[in-house]
Structure formats: C-alpha cells, structure tokens
C-alpha cells in the first residue's frame, strides 16, 4: 500500500510547456509539501499547505501554483517551463504542521526541460 | 539555510556500528532533532527524532548530549541497504517553522 504517490513518475517537455504533477496520500494526514531537490542534490520546501494555510517559500517563481482538490490531494502546476526547472520534485505529507510530526515522502518526479 | 553541521562522508563496514554525528549548537529549546535519509533516487525516509532525551526505534537509535548542541544517529548493525545520505535536521514548531529544511547530509557509505 502506497502511502505517498505521485504521477508521473518521469516527466520529459519542451522550455515553454505547461505541466501539472500530482500528489496523493492515503494516510488521513491534514498537511502536504512539495520539495524541490536540483542537480546538486539540495532538497528544498516550496510550499506546504493544510486546509487553513497556504505557505509559499519566497523564493519560488509564481510560474509555480499548488491546487488542492482535497486534502487527500496537492498537485502542482508550472506555467512556461524553464529549463532550470529541470529537477526532482517530492511531495510528502504530515498529520500536521507541527514540530513532532512525521513527514512522508513520495517516490519523486524527474522533470526534464529540453 | 539549515542549522546543523555533518560530515560530507563517512564509510562503515558491514555488521558494524555507524555512529553518524551532527552539530546543531544554535538549536532552541522548543526545537526538534530529526534524521531523514535519501537512498539512491528514492523520496527521503524518515528514520527518528527527538528533542531532549535519547531515542531508539526499530531502525536506529539518536544520542542527544545534555546541552543539546550536538546529537549522534547510530545504526547498530550497518548493512549495505543502509548506504544513503542522511540529514540532520532541527525542526521548529508551528508554521514555516515547521518545516523539514535540509542540508547538505553525510553519505554513509557502508562497505562489505
């Protein structure tokens, strides 16, 4: 039983295409995350969003929008791919938002540019 | 930007203990110790976390010094499924301060 999955697993587009990434948990959990990790490994928050709240890192492009169907569900869509968006991106989800509680990670997206 | 210091690397021999240490001397009172590792190409695996006292589950076991400045992840009997890189996180509470935020990590390279 897949506790955090995404589609697709690999994902290959064209500089100026506009893609979504989906994201769901079956674990009841209220708060989800997506990350970011590039070619030099670092694993970065770009967002995490319960049904309360939304935060956004700063520092992600707003070519970069989270949606939320339901809180079983965040998919995340990027506008106007660049090339530099070429990366591994995870979603993960926690009960909560709080220190204690555990996040779960998805298998991963390889998004490649061309 | 993460507040804990790693090695970059570390290798083990197979059957033995990995001591993986971690410094984090600016950690505050209500902040939590966490350790994740990343296998080749997987999502990162939460492994046991912490705040003031020493913990030990199933997979490993975390050391905290009293003054919580630094803290040491033990895989007791290493094997070579467990070669990874592991981060060392210190985690706030509420908010953004509640987010996972990763560092660079130690790969632990564990060898037959």
């Known amino acids: 039983d897949t506790a955090v999955s995404q589609t697709p697993k690999y994902l290959v587009t064209q500089m100026g295409n506009d893609k979504s990434i989906k994201c769901e948990q079956n674990?009841?959990?209220?708060?989800m995350y997506w990350y970011k990790q590039d070619s030099k490994k670092f694993l970065k928050i770009m967002f995490s969003y319960n049904n309360k709240e939304l935060i956004i890192n700063e520092t992600v492009p707003n070519r970069f929008s989270p949606k939320s169907p339901d809180k079983a569900h965040l998919n995340l869509h990027i506008n106007s791919l660049e090339l530099g968006d070429s990366a591994v991106y995870f979603c993960a989800s926690s009960q909560g938002g709080l220190a204690g509680e555990t996040q779960y990670f998805g298998p991963g997206t390889r998004l490649l540019v061309l | 930007d993460a507040k804990t210091t790693q090695p970059p690397s570390m290798d083990c021999a197979e059957g033995r203990a990995a001591n993986l240490p971690c410094n984090h001397s600016t950690i505050s009172g209500n902040e939590y110790v966490y350790w994740y590792r990343q296998i080749h190409s997987q999502g990162p695996q939460y492994i046991i976390h912490g705040l003031k006292n020493n913990e030990t589950n199933e997979m490993a076991s975390l050391i905290i010094t009293e003054d919580r400045k630094s803290s040491t992840l033990i895989l007791p009997h290493a094997t070579l499924r467990d070669t990874a890189v592991y981060y060392c996180i210190v985690r706030g509470v509420g908010g953004s301060q509640g987010n996972l935020i990763f560092g660079k990590g130690t790969k632990l390279s564990v060898k037959p």
């Open positions: 674990l009841g959990h209220d708060t």
